[in-house]
């Protein structure tokens, strides 16, 4: 079956330092994948997504690298701040619209 | 302008009530979703509607039972509510497959259900 693998949070950081998220997944073929961000308070929006093998997605500092021989899709950033504290979601699909996300990722940054 | 609007946006209310939860889009998008997050950050998909039409119905209690009016518009009704149906609730929704990417699904704030 297809399935999303996350490192377990939370993820206590202080500022500047550099952040990666685990993120594997189990599928039969060839997924897009997506990180979503989700804000205290607030509904998912969309981080970044690559929709095939090599593809590098990026935004806002963050990137993650889309890799078929290790089925991984990993988010970094370099410099983490205050205001990325939030929780993150690794998430695939084949079809648009059965989407299968990993259990989500807490991160705090402290200043 | 709100994408994907849900309200309301808190709901508190005791045992056995019968509650609804309203999602409006106005990306033209073809496909609404409904998930639930429970307090772990978990999310779980509940329903899917294209163009009206159920699509996804996963495992849930038949206390839940979704509407679509037209593809703009996705309810959700809850019947005699349950202390364990206190979650956070998001409507989403997608554009239609366009035969080479997949595009990402488009989340409301969530509606976050009490029931006590």
């Known amino acids: 079956g297809n399935s999303v693998t996350q490192m377990e949070g939370p993820v206590t950081l202080s500022e500047e330092a550099f952040l990666t998220i685990n993120c594997t997944y189990t599928?039969?073929?060839?997924?897009?994948l997506f990180w979503y961000v989700q804000y205290p308070g607030e509904g998912l929006q969309l981080l970044l997504k690559?929709?095939?093998?090599?593809d590098k997605g990026s935004n806002k500092g963050f990137e993650a690298t889309y890799r078929k021989e290790t089925t991984s899709f990993h988010l970094e950033k370099g410099s983490v701040q205050v205001s990325d504290s939030a929780v993150y979601f690794c998430?695939?699909?084949?079809?648009?619209?059965?989407?299968?996300f990993g259990t989500g990722t807490s991160l705090t940054v402290i200043p | 302008d709100t994408a994907v609007s849900q309200t309301p946006k808190y709901l508190v209310t005791q045992m056995g009530n019968d509650k609804s939860i309203k999602c409006e889009q106005n990306?033209?998008?073809?496909?609404m979703y409904w998930y639930k997050q429970d307090s772990k950050k978990f999310l779980k998909i509940m329903f899917s509607?294209?163009?009206?039409?159920?699509?996804i119905n996963e495992t849930v209690p038949n206390r839940f039972s979704p509407k679509s009016p037209d593809k703009a518009h996705l309810n959700l009704h809850i019947n005699s509510l349950e202390l364990g149906d206190s979650a956070v609730y998001f409507c989403?929704?997608?554009?239609?497959?366009?035969?080479?990417?997949?595009?990402?699904?488009?989340f409301g704030n969530g509606t976050r259900l009490t029931v006590t």
């Open positions: 989403a929704s997608s554009p239609p497959f366009d035969g080479r990417y997949n595009s990402p699904l488009h």
């Open positions: 599928a039969t073929g060839y997924p897009s």
């Open positions: 690559a929709t095939k093998a090599d």
């Open positions: 998430a695939l699909t084949y079809t648009g619209n059965q989407f299968y």
């Open positions: 990306l033209g998008h073809d496909t």
């Open positions: 509607y294209n163009n009206k039409e159920l699509i």
